[in-house]
């Protein structure tokens, strides 16, 4: 089956630049969405199809992916933003095929 | 305003079976996909099964294939998830969501969650 990997933490200084990556085979060939999600709540989506954001969610959430890596920076972070984040594909060729990736908790310190 | 709301958890033995349901509003059901996911506690997400809009097609994850019913009633504008020989390691929060673009399934992604009802199987 279709692996996502991610950083199990990312910390980052208010104001600066997070980086999240989600790692498979081949990545940059499938569409990969990211969810946040706080404690005790449902998971948001805040980028899909690699780099578009859905309405209400703030520029400085954007997303790449290329070769075997797909990111999500989050620019100019805020104390709201500390969540963790989950990445996601449809693997077509897979009889499971729609993966999420391990999750990353984002601390702002 | 899109609203998905489940129901059906609880505590249930070992081997017995649940039925979730999950009522949706604000939006036209049978235009849409629908899949649960669940999280253990303390884990991360889970894709389980999901659904067509005409339940032309259907999918579930390894860990329940053969053991879970994934199905809709569009003029109830509910989905339903079957769960028989219930595990340990089934406990979980179980969260319905819809697919973002409608006649598609499976491109993903999910552009609304309920907030989940928990089922925890334990003796």
């Known amino acids: 089956s279709y692996v996502l990997t991610q950083p199990p933490s990312v910390s980052v200084a208010p104001g600066q630049t997070a980086r999240i990556t989600c790692g498979g085979n081949?990545?940059?060939?499938?569409?990969v969405h990211w969810y946040q999600q706080k404690p005790g709540q449902a998971p948001v989506l805040v980028v899909y199809d690699d780099s578009d954001r859905p309405s209400g969610i703030p520029e400085r959430f954007s997303g790449s992916n290329s070769g075997n890596t797909a990111t999500l920076t989050i620019s100019r972070v805020e104390a709201g933003d500390e969540a963790d984040y989950y990445c996601?594909?449809?693997?077509?060729?897979?009889?499971?095929?729609?993966?999420f990736g391990t999750g990353t908790k984002v601390t702002v310190l | 305003e899109v609203q998905l709301v489940e129901s059906g958890g609880g505590l249930v033995q070992p081997g017995r079976s649940l039925r979730l349901s999950c009522a949706a509003s604000g939006f036209t059901f049978d235009d849409y996909a629908m899949h649960w996911v669940r999280q253990a506690p303390g884990k991360g997400l889970e894709w389980v099964s999901g659904?067509?809009?005409?339940?032309?097609?259907?999918g579930y994850a390894d860990s329940v294939k053969g053991r879970f019913t994934i199905s809709r009633d569009n003029a109830k504008n509910s989905l339903y998830l079957q769960m028989n020989s219930l595990r340990a390691e089934d406990t979980a929060l179980y969260y319905c969501?819809?697919?973002?673009?409608?006649?598609?399934?499976?491109?993903?992604?999910?552009?609304?969650w309920g907030q989940g009802t928990l089922v925890t199987v334990s003796s």
């Open positions: 659904i067509s809009w005409n339940s032309g097609s259907i």
């Open positions: 996601q594909v449809w693997d077509s060729s897979s009889d499971h095929p729609n993966v």
């Open positions: 081949n990545i940059g060939s499938k569409s």
């Open positions: 969501a819809k697919e973002y673009r409608s006649g598609y399934y499976g491109s993903g992604p999910f552009d609304y």
